[in-house]
């Protein structure tokens, strides 16, 4: 499947499914080989909020947050979102090097992905969730810029 216009291109050949409606696009995620099943791994660390049990992907204080998705099958490694790179403090002395990184696997079995952008005013907001064993989307990264 194409990229859809308004995804960013590092997702280019990993978007299996997209859906929009007015301000925001849904995809969901895949390999380069199409496989939607996927391991979450990422840098910084896992914290739940008030009133929930559900924990986020955050920053760990000495260096942004990284999430990747691993291809459990093939191996293949990819970048989901680099608050560095891509949030609204990127610089590019602070873009992590994956190789370099040292990367947790969530405690998850594979799982589908989605990605939604939703965009508002000169900024976008992404929420990175899960399909739970019920079908439920489990938001577990959610960045405002």
Known sequence: ????????????GHVKATSTNKDS?????CSTTGNDYLEVW?????????GS???YIV?????TFVVCAKDPSTGELFLVFDEAKHGYASLPANQADLAALELTQMALPPVQ?????????????????YIDSSGNPITFVGYAS
């Open 1 to 12: 499947m194409d990229t859809p216009a308004g995804l960013p291109e590092w997702l280019t």
């Open 25 to 29: 696009i849904t995809v969901t995620l």
């Open 42 to 50: 990422y840098s910084g660390k896992l914290e739940t909020s008030l």
């Open 53 to 55: 049990s559900q924990p």
């Open 59 to 63: 920053d760990d204080g000495d260096a």
């Open 113 to 129: 992905l989605l990605l939604d952008l939703h965009a508002h005013d000169d900024d976008v907001d992404m929420t990175l969730s």
